[in-house]
């Protein structure tokens, strides 16, 4: 491996890391990750909104349409980031109005957008249902949940005077279900929704760690309508079939490309999967006809440096790595395990370092979860 290459790759791991979470000076590590559920918050819904069959994120819906056409498909990628890492239970004052979906965090300024298309959660005002928020990574802490007055329009960018000036839930330290880093994990609670609301509102929620600075907020459209939780907005992206048209380039057969992937195949990501201070994110850059070019980003979210690290993964459709570099591999039928090179073992505290490979695949390339661990 060139050097040039390999720093242009660490670069490379490194931006896309400042635009996923909002790193600042503080030295308590951003390792919490999560955002509501139900109902869904913007980047949830606009996530769920733009999957297609092959991973990649095509927003249907016009407002996530919008928010990444600003914020780009990271924010989507990395949907229960909205985070600050400073906030410390700071509201009015720290997060600017106009600002409260993205909580002031820059990668998601584009959920801040005044639209009345985003994806709507229906809902029936005074009824009793179950709240649920994502556990990408499980720490203590306490959740908010405000509603909207009924003078506030969704043609203008929420502003703290908008809300009801106290919280209508609030819960410490819920129990939750299934894994921590997957899409199915999520800490749970009955909440009851306000009375005497109707029409279009956001339910706005705070989740305020109590073991370190870091706060996580979300905006979370719905219409009292007489709903029980049904979904409208979202398109028709987790359905779009994949394209079988080849790139422009043809992809290299002995060394990693060099180039920029085609503007037609946009990049393919699973959602980070972590254990512990570890997190990894694989991604797709390039696809062709029976094969592709993928990466793994592995990230240190952890409180001392990695002095090497491990990913696996299980492969759902049979694709099978035909060149990697940056790491080396040992495969067992579907299992993949990868382990660090001799020079990108070491990952220092909120850093991280990139792998890559190709691939053969046929039929539909289903996207594995990548779990990773400090070695």
Known sequence: MHRPRLAALLTAALTLVAGAVALTANPDPAAAHGAAMTPGAR?????????????????????????????????????????????GG???????????????????????????????????????????????????????????????????ALAWSDLEAQPFLTVTNP?????VGTNDGHYYFNGTLPSNKSGRHIIYSRWVRSDSQENFFGCSDVTFDGGNGEVTGIGSGNTTPPTTTPPTTTPPTTTP?????????????????????????????????????G????????????NGWT???????????????????????????????????????????????????TGTNGLPTVSCARR
Not at 175 to 179: E, K, N, W
Not at 338 to 357: L, Q
């Open 257 to 293: 490309p060099t180039t920029t992937p085609p503007t037609t195949t946009p990049p393919t990501t699973t959602p980070p999967g972590n254990s512990g201070d570890c997190m990894a994110v694989y991604r797709i850059n390039n696809a062709w006809s029976g094969g592709f070019q």
């Open 43 to 87: 980047t949830f819904l606009c996530w769920k909104d733009g999957l297609s069959p092959t991973g990649e994120i095509r927003p249907q819906n016009p407002a996530c349409a919008a928010a990444v056409a600003q914020s780009g498909t990271n924010s989507l990628y990395n949907w229960f980031s909205v985070l600050r890492s400073d906030a």
């Open 175 to 179: 129990p939750q279900r299934g894994a």
């Open 311 to 361: 990913a696996s993964w299980t492969w759902p459709n049979g694709q099978q790595i035909s060149q990697i570099w940056n790491a080396t591999q040992t495969t067992s039928g579907s299992s993949v395990t990868v382990t660090n090179a001799s020079y990108n073992g070491t990952v220092g505290v909120e850093a991280s370092t990139t792998f890559g490979f190709l691939a053969s695949t």
């Open 90 to 156: 700071r509201t009015t004052g720290f997060i600017p109005d106009g600002q409260l979906c993205s909580g002031g965090a820059t990668g998601f300024r584009g959920y801040d957008l005044a639209r009345n298309d985003w994806p709507l959660t229906h809902l029936t005002a005074g009824r009793t249902m179950e709240f649920r928020y994502s556990n990408w990574a499980h720490h203590p802490g306490t959740w908010y949940f405000y509603v909207t007055r009924d003078s506030w329009s969704p043609t203008r």
């Open 295 to 306: 990466e793994v980003e592995i990230m240190n979210h952890g409180s001392t440096p990695f």
